[in-house]
């Protein structure tokens, strides 16, 4: 969901789906998409409207952005990190690597 919501598909006050949609487009138990849905709102990026379902809050992106900043991307940087050592490879020669790659993802935008 959180995808979703970076990509524009689920926009800032949109309703999310429910728990048991959610359960039926992931073969999933209602009850561990409920648990993921209040996952959400527990990190802020979904909230409830009583008796309507949850809706993308306004902080949403900048929320799962940062999250994933720190969690995702800096458990990659560290594993990255571990090999360019292991391989001896330069600060210079990672930053350059990563340099090309992001020139090269920015022409395919």
Known sequence: METEILSGHIEVDEKMYSQY???DMFN???ATAAKGLNLLADANIVYKKRGLGMFVSSEAK???????KSQTLGK???EIVKEANYLN?????LVEMVR???R????SR
């Open 21 to 23: 949609q959610l359960a």
């Open 28 to 30: 999933i138990n209602p």
């Open 62 to 68: 900048a929320l799962i952005i940062d999250k994933r």
């Open 76 to 78: 990659l940087v560290k």
């Open 89 to 93: 490879v330069s600060e210079e020669e």
């Open 100 to 102: 090309v790659e992001m």
């Open 104 to 107: 090269e993802k920015g022409d």
